[in-house]
């Protein structure tokens, strides 16, 4: 089958994802899988003297095997394309091929791949994930300390730190790898069932009384759990499930990426992505430097949180033992739900590792904003002292309008000092104690604290 740009292509093919995970989710891959569950299906019936020695050697021999294009030729006369995977294998193991497949049906090989392949992706999901909360903890110890003005409705609120900015995104994503590794501890494969779930066919090969046994020894055999109770399929909310905690990663990476093209506007300019030395950022706009990682990263998340909907109707129209109406779309939906994960992960990674932080513009937005956040601390402050709580809430906001129309105006924040200015105030609150109360470095609270905690606690979970 010759894969050529002549012909459509999936992004996902050659411009995003992993190596690894494409070879993964790679037709190649998905039909060695095939063959490694027949032969494993051969190997324990083979302790039933169903397939000899010889014929499992000559099995084993030509596995790896997978001719493709010879597949691709029987499938179009037959119309299956497991069953032209199988005919071809038994082609090339003319001893051997008359003993595949015994009491199997298609979904006993498919979906113990399909399982097996989850599972796979999973691991891979979650140690790209490990880089990316390893990064982070970095990240977060470095500017821990580190104040920032912190925005409520998209407007100037109060002081936090970068580091506890950075906290906030780290713990959804140590939630998120909490949920995928549940998903992968409990990924099951269908087992071997046959055609409706009852095993009748594995019964009448090697007598009902060892079927139990026949299953628990291909479960140890592909190292795959499998469930105990099955129909034609594996239960279809198994692929609900985990591209739900996949749609939830895709969330988490959504909100960082998108306060970061936030931030990274010059309004703002605190924050940037890497920017290569010869990196174009418009065809027409030569000084622009456009956020396009995490605009990709907003754009392939919002693809994704619509793929658990797909699963969803797979698993709740998958009528009585089985319908096929899931087959085509999970042909994609599989593959392209954990290559778009595994993009947004390199993707945030690179973004997380390169982060450029400008302490110069965060300076100038706290020395611009952060003035407003002391009327809290010295309306406190005057109210401790003997002040009317609401005369001087009063006299704080009309103070803080003004310090306001002049900053729109394009000058200097000058509240601190109208309120040292203000008599009916620095009799309550002197002035030295207002400037103090102004200094940013004293009103981050705890951030700095649960900024540092939350990333020991990344480590300690990431190395248990």
Same mark, same amino acid.
């Given at each position: 089958?010759?894969?050529?740009?002549?012909?459509?292509?999936?992004?996902?093919?050659?411009?995003?994802?992993?190596?690894?995970?494409?070879?993964?989710?790679?037709?190649?891959?998905?039909?060695?899988?095939?063959?490694?569950?027949?032969?494993?299906?051969?190997?324990?019936?083979?302790?039933?003297?169903?397939?000899?020695?010889?014929?499992?050697?000559?099995?084993?021999?030509?596995?790896?095997?997978?001719?493709?294009?010879?597949?691709?030729?029987?499938?179009?006369?037959?119309?299956?394309?497991?069953?032209?995977?199988?005919?071809?294998?038994?082609? =090339?193991?003319?001893?051997?091929?008359?003993?595949?497949?015994?009491?199997?049906?298609?979904?006993?090989?498919?979906?113990?791949?399909? /399982?097996?392949?989850?599972?796979?992706?999973?691991?891979?999901?979650?140690?790209?994930?490990?880089?990316?909360?390893?990064?982070? /903890?970095?990240?977060?110890?470095?500017?821990?300390?580190?104040?920032?003005?912190?925005?409520?409705?998209? =407007?100037?609120?109060?002081?936090?730190?970068?580091?506890?900015?950075?906290?906030?995104?780290?713990?959804?994503?140590?939630?998120?790898?909490?949920?995928?590794?549940?998903?992968?501890?409990?990924?099951?494969?269908?087992?071997?069932?046959?055609?409706?779930?009852?095993?009748?066919?594995?019964?009448?090969?090697?007598?009902?009384?060892?079927?139990?046994?026949?299953?628990?020894?291909?479960?140890?055999?592909?190292?795959?759990?499998?469930?105990?109770?099955?129909? !034609?399929?594996?239960?279809?909310?198994?692929?609900?499930?985990?591209?739900?905690?996949?749609?939830?990663?895709?969330?988490?990476?959504?909100?960082?990426?998108?306060?970061?093209?936030?931030?990274?506007?010059?309004?703002?300019?605190?924050?940037?992505?890497?920017?290569?030395?010869? !990196?174009?950022?418009?065809?027409?706009?030569?000084?622009?430097?456009?956020?396009?990682?995490?605009?990709?990263?907003?754009?392939?998340?919002?693809?994704?949180?619509?793929?658990? =909907?797909?699963?969803?109707?797979?698993?709740?129209?998958?009528?009585?033992?089985?319908?096929?109406?899931?087959?085509?779309?999970?042909?994609?939906?599989?593959?392209?739900?954990?290559?778009?994960?595994?993009?947004?992960?390199?993707?945030?990674?690179?973004?997380?590792?390169?982060?450029?932080?400008?302490?110069?513009?965060?300076?100038?937005?706290? /020395?611009?904003?952060?003035?407003?956040?002391?009327?809290?601390?010295?309306?406190?402050?005057?109210?401790?002292?003997?002040?009317?709580?609401?005369?001087?809430?009063?006299?704080?906001?009309?103070?803080?309008?003004?310090?306001?129309?002049?900053?729109?105006?394009?000058?200097?924040?000058?509240?601190?000092?109208?309120?040292?200015?203000?008599?009916?105030?620095?009799?309550?609150?002197?002035?030295? !104690?207002?400037?103090?109360?102004?200094?940013?470095?004293?009103?981050?609270?705890?951030?700095?604290?649960?900024?540092?905690?939350?990333?020991?606690?990344?480590? !300690?979970?990431?190395?248990?």
């Amino acid at each position: 089958m010759p894969v050529d740009f002549d012909s459509y292509l999936s992004p996902f093919s050659w411009r995003y994802a992993s190596p690894a995970m494409r070879a993964l989710w790679s037709e190649r891959g998905k039909r060695l899988l095939w063959r490694r569950i027949w032969l494993a299906l051969a190997k324990v019936q083979s302790g039933y003297g169903l397939v000899s020695a010889e014929q499992l050697a000559d099995l084993a021999a030509h596995a790896a095997e997978v001719n493709i294009p010879r597949a691709l030729e029987i499938e179009a006369e037959i119309h299956h394309d497991l069953m032209a995977e199988l005919k071809t294998f038994a082609e =090339q193991a003319p001893l051997g091929g008359g003993a595949l497949h015994l009491g199997a049906t298609s979904m006993d090989i498919e979906d113990n791949a399909d /399982a097996l392949r989850l599972r796979a992706a999973l691991e891979l999901t979650l140690a790209r994930l490990k880089d990316l909360l390893w990064a982070l /903890a970095g990240k977060i110890d470095d500017y821990a300390g580190l104040p920032v003005m912190a925005f409520t409705h998209l =407007q100037p609120a109060e002081p936090s730190t970068l580091g506890y900015r950075l906290a906030c995104y780290a713990q959804d994503l140590l939630e998120d790898y909490a949920a995928l590794k549940a998903a992968h501890e409990n990924t099951r494969g269908k087992g071997f069932k046959g055609a409706v779930g009852t095993a009748a066919a594995y019964g009448d090969l090697l007598g009902l009384e060892n079927v139990p046994e026949f299953e628990r020894r291909l479960s140890t055999e592909l190292d795959l759990p499998f469930y105990p109770v099955a129909a !034609q399929t594996y239960p279809r909310r198994q692929d609900y499930i985990i591209l739900s905690a996949l749609a939830g990663l895709g969330a988490s990476l959504y909100r960082l990426a998108f306060d970061l093209r936030v931030l990274q506007s010059p309004p703002v300019g605190e924050l940037s992505e890497p920017f290569g030395s010869k !990196q174009v950022g418009s065809s027409a706009m030569p000084f622009k430097r456009n956020p396009i990682n995490a605009e990709k990263i907003n754009s392939l998340a919002r693809a994704l949180a619509v793929m658990p =909907q797909v699963a969803w109707g797979n698993a709740a129209h998958s009528l009585l033992e089985r319908t096929l109406d899931d087959s085509a779309n999970r042909r994609t939906l599989l593959p392209e739900a954990f290559l778009t994960a595994d993009e947004l992960l390199g993707t945030a990674l690179k973004i997380t590792r390169g982060l450029v932080v400008r302490e110069e513009a965060i300076a100038r937005n706290l /020395a611009v904003y952060a003035p407003f956040a002391a009327t809290e601390r010295v309306l406190m402050a005057a109210a401790r002292a003997g002040a009317d709580r609401q005369a001087m809430h009063e006299r704080l906001r009309e103070h803080a309008l003004a310090a306001w129309a002049a900053v729109q105006a394009g000058r200097p924040n000058d509240l601190i000092a109208r309120l040292q200015g203000d008599t009916a105030i620095t009799q309550h609150v002197p002035a030295a !104690q207002i400037a103090a109360l102004a200094g940013v470095n004293g009103y981050v609270g705890t951030a700095p604290q649960r900024a540092r905690e939350l990333a020991e606690t990344i480590r !300690q979970t990431l190395a248990g």
